[in-house]
């Protein structure tokens, strides 16, 4: 009966692949994006960092991503986005709010203001879950280039890489409990059984365009240490800069470590 009504087909089948949480750390560092501005500007790199993720999400139904800045001094979600933007130094909430369900249509998503990076909001054709990162992750940047002060950028010339690995490591950990937690009918009894996948599987991409890392090793090293204890590779896409930090992080967790000689405006990923 189950073929007759069709309900085998939202039967999830034991050799189905688990979902898959894709953080995407995006180095925002303005002094950095300055001197890539005539070969990469800022705006054409998020634009491939969208067609990438899209292409992630269009892998498995169950599949998700987040995006998190690391900025001069701070580092914070750009997706999923809060009412009150979640950040690593406390000055804009002290209670540092868990980022909204990118499930929840009702979420408040930022500030919507028109910019060089702004989109069209009435797109009919494009796949809801597309619109809605790309809205959501324009708005965020916009709001993050649109309070930096000039402050911060000539006390703070480098990124908040090690932040923003912790906030990734955070949410990643809590996506893992959240799905843990809800029963599945192909999990096996014994949860020690080495034929059983987990439920989701973890990967942090960074896109680094900064230097000089040395004053954040230990903390760095810190959070290299939790990855390989969680099994949470991190991929590396080095567009300019030079550190070995990064590249211990790829080989210490098992991935990917990409230099690109020349980055282009189209293709880059």
């Not at 950095?32 to 292409?55: G, M, Q, Y």
């Not at 000039?150 to 923003?164: D, F, H, M, V, Y």
């Amino acid at each position: 009966m189950n073929a007759v009504d069709g309900s085998d087909h939202y039967t999830k089948s034991p050799d189905e692949p688990p979902a898959s949480l894709l953080t995407i750390i995006l180095d925002t560092n303005p002094n950095a994006w300055a001197l890539l501005n005539d070969i990469l500007p800022l705006s054409r790199a998020i634009a491939n960092l969208l067609v990438f993720i899209n292409a992630h999400l269009a892998f498995n139904h169950a599949n998700k991503v987040a995006i998190i800045a690391s900025h001069t001094q701070r580092a914070e979600f750009l997706y999923p986005a809060s009412s009150k933007r979640t950040s690593t130094d406390g000055r804009h909430s002290s209670h540092h709010p868990v980022p909204a369900d990118p499930n929840d249509s009702d979420s408040e998503m930022g500030d919507h203001s028109s910019s060089r990076l702004s989109v069209s909001t009435n797109d009919a054709n494009k796949y809801r879950p597309f619109r809605l990162i790309q809205e959501t992750l324009v708005a965020s940047l916009s709001n993050l280039i649109r309070t930096t002060s000039q402050t911060s950028l000539t006390t703070t010339p480098t990124t908040s890489i090690a932040g923003a690995l912790t906030l990734a490591l955070t949410y990643s950990n809590k996506q893992s409990m959240l799905l843990s937690s809800i029963p599945s009918s192909t999990s096996t009894t014994d949860p020690s059984s080495n034929s059983s996948l987990p439920n989701l599987l973890s990967r942090i991409l960074i896109l680094s365009v900064s230097g000089d890392l040395a004053h954040q090793y230990i903390p760095i090293m810190n959070t290299i240490f939790a990855c390989q204890r969680l099994s949470i590779p991190i991929d590396i896409a080095k567009i300019s800069g030079d550190t070995v930090f990064l590249q211990q992080a790829s080989d210490a967790t098992r991935g990917t470590y990409i230099k690109l000689e020349h980055p282009r405006v189209d293709g880059t990923l």
